[in-house]
């Protein structure tokens, strides 16, 4: 279903960063989706169950499964499906790529939170922000860790981020502000600018809280570091019109 997305959803987007797209998919859609997500997610937990800790992922806790979309022909045509071509050139304008895509599951019974970060934080890139759609693939709850932002947060721009063994953090989870959680029903997103701050809970339920990450970019991003294009980015939108 093709999203409506009104003027709200704008000016809360530009006033604090994020708002939310309520029942953009089906439920079955959701476990559709899922079961093809999970054959690749499998795979790397197999790979985190012998070594333990992968990048950012740990085992048994939080798994992260990137490049889905590049080696899926099935999450590729769903990254390109008319809902996101709305709701890329609604927010971003033409000319729109596929950045990056990741499947986020967070095991049950877990004991950290993922910290604060934005997600230019990871790689400083213009012209910035791009945009990240935090999509449930299952009903994200605050018991299960559902995503928390601070709203206004991108406001600062990009803020330093200080290397942890959990990730790159920029706000302290002993600061009194821990933002706002938001729960979200499967097929329901969180779309938010990548300078927005934001974090997940603790899974404190007993099921695994599954979430992919969908990240779009103008199609002329370069890394802010190296000036270079972007490389292997998945065209999406050009001069509003789908690819």
Not at 7 to 17: E, I, R, T, V
Not at 31 to 56: C, F, K, P, W, Y
């Amino acid at each position: 279903m093709i999203p409506n997305i009104s003027q709200q959803h704008l000016d809360q987007f530009n006033s604090n960063g994020f708002c939310i797209l309520e029942d953009v998919f089906s439920a079955a859609e959701m476990d559709d989706l899922s079961s093809v997500i999970e054959v690749h997610q499998a795979r790397h937990q197999e790979r985190l169950n012998d070594v333990g800790t992968e990048g950012i992922s740990r085992a048994d806790e939080i798994s992260f499964t990137s490049h889905l979309a590049e080696n899926d022909e099935i999450i590729r045509a769903f990254c390109l499906r008319p809902e996101f071509v709305a709701i890329t050139t609604t927010f971003l304008g033409p000319n729109i790529d596929l950045y990056w895509n990741q499947s986020v599951f967070k095991g049950p019974d877990g004991k950290a939170q993922f910290p604060w970060h934005q997600d230019d934080g990871y790689t400083p890139v213009t012209p910035t922000p791009y945009l990240t759609l935090w999509l449930a693939l299952n009903d994200a709850t605050v018991e299960n860790g559902c995503i928390c932002v601070i709203p206004g947060s991108q406001k600062g721009g990009l803020v330093p981020h200080v290397r942890t063994p959990i990730g790159l953090v920029c706000h302290s989870l002993e600061d009194p502000d821990q933002g706002v959680p938001i729960p979200l029903h499967a097929g329901s997103m969180v779309v938010f600018q990548s300078l927005t701050m934001h974090k997940s809970g603790v899974n404190c339920s007993s099921g695994i809280r599954k979430a992919y990450i969908i990240q779009y970019s103008h199609s002329n991003l370069k890394n802010l570091l190296t000036g270079e294009l972007v490389p292997d980015k998945i065209p999406v939108v050009r001069e509003a019109k789908g690819i």
